[in-house]
Nanobody, 120 residues
């Protein structure tokens, strides 16, 4: 079993900042990527930012220049620093980890999500 514990969501005014954290624990053998996705009401889940173990970082166009993803590999933790927040950033943010778990399972796990609300 693998557990992802997210924290850092909340209510913030437009222009403000929040920092999300996601710590992965359990039977983790190899992590290929860790990332953040979000889902706003009535919309599909979308990629926000992803960091691969190969060194690649990808951002959604809508957050480039405002959000920064980082990882602490020793702690299997991924962070999302969100600056200059806008009301359209309001969503439930989910952490995702991809890799090898246990002895033979290659796949991904999702966190339960943390709500970010940006007021105008």
């Amino acid at each position: 079993q693998v557990q992802l514990v997210e924290s850092g969501g909340g209510l913030v005014q437009a222009g403000g900042s929040l920092r999300l954290s996601c710590a992965a624990s359990g039977r983790i053998s190899i992590i290929n990527a860790m990332g953040w996705y979000r889902q706003a009401p009535g919309k599909q889940r979308e990629l926000v930012a992803e960091s691969t173990s190969g060194g690649s970082i990808n951002y959604a166009d809508s957050v480039k220049g405002r959000f920064t993803i980082s990882r602490d590999n020793g702690k299997n933790t991924v962070y999302l620093q969100m600056n200059s927040l806008k009301p359209e950033d309001t969503a439930v943010y989910y952490c995702k980890v991809e890799g090898k778990f246990g002895t033979s399972f290659w796949g991904s796990y999702w966190g339960k999500g943390t709500l970010v609300t940006v007021s105008s």
